[in-house]
C-alpha cells in the first residue's frame, strides 16, 4: 500500500492570496501546499481522500489515470469542490465513481450538485454513486478493509478513516472521542491535521495535535492541512520529535 500526499494544506492553500509572509514567499516547494488531499494505492485498487479545489491539477500532477473510490471526510468547500473533476474517471471507467460519506454529507452534495442527480440529470455530467459511511461501521474497497473513524470538528461530527491496519488519517479535528483513539492506538501511520500555534474553535493546534500523538503512540506520525501561520517547513520540522514530520505535497509513502 502506498499513501500520497496531494495537498497538505488548509483551507487557503499556501501561497494565500495577497499574502507576503515568510512562507507565502518561500522558494522552498514543502512550503507551497494545495489544500488537503489524498491518495492511496493498493494493487490495482485507487482511492483518494477528500476531493477539494485544487482536484484537478492534483490529478494531473501526481499522474492519476485510474480512480473508482473517493472518501469524503465532510461537507466543507476545501474537500470537496473538485467533485465534478471526478467526470474523466466515470467516462475512463464507463461506471460511476463511488462516493462514501456520511448521509448527511451525501444528502449535501445531491444538493449542491444537483445538476450530477435526479431524473434529469445535465448531459456530459459526472456519474456517481453515492454511498453511505458510518462511523462505527466497517466496509471494504478491493482488498482494503476502511474503517471510519468519528471527529470532532468544533461543533461538527466528521470521519476520519483507518484503512487497513496500517494508516489513520484525520483531518480538521479538534478533538478525538476515547472509541477512535482506541481504535487507532499503536497504529503505524498516523496522519493528522495542525493548524498553527494559535487556539482555534475547530483545529487543533500544534501542541494539541503533538498530545494526541503521544496518545495515540503511532510508529510515524504525518502532518496536514497546515495554514501559512505555522511556519517554515524546515524550521517547524528541526524542533519536533523525529517520530513527527510535516508533510508536503507530493511525498509518498509505502506502507506494509
Known sequence: MRLTFLGTGTSQGIPVIGCQCEVCLSADPKDRRLRSS????????RLVIDCGPDFRYQMLRSGTIRL???????EHYDHTAGLDDLRPFSFIHREPVRIY??????????????????????PGSPEFEL???HWNKSFEI??????????????????????GEQLAYITDANGL???????????????????????H??????????????????????????????GLHEVINAGLPPHIRLAYDGLMLNLS
Open 201 to 230: 474553535h475547530s483545529h487543533f493546534t500544534l501542541d494539541e495535535t503533538i498530545l494526541q500523538i503521544e496518545k495515540i503512540r503511532p510508529a510515524r506520525a504525518w502532518l496536514i492541512h497546515m495554514s501559512h501561520h505555522m
Open 38 to 45: 489524498a491518495r492511496i494505492e493498493d494493487g490495482e485498487d
Open 68 to 74: 473508482q473510490d473517493v472518501l469524503i471526510t465532510h
Open 142 to 163: 478491493g482488498a482494503l478493509k476502511i474503517q471510519p473513524l468519528e471527529v470532532n470538528h468544533g461543533r461538527l461530527k466528521i470521519l476520519g478513516y483507518k484503512i
Open 131 to 133: 454511498l453511505p459511511a
Open 101 to 122: 460519506a456520511q448521509p448527511e454529507v451525501l444528502d449535501n452534495l445531491k444538493s449542491r450538485f444537483a445538476y450530477a442527480f435526479g431524473e434529469n440529470k445535465y
Open 177 to 199: 472521542p476515547e472509541e477512535t483513539l482506541s481504535r487507532i492506538l499503536n497504529i503505524q501511520t498516523l496522519v493528522i491535521n495542525a493548524l498553527h500555534h494559535r487556539p
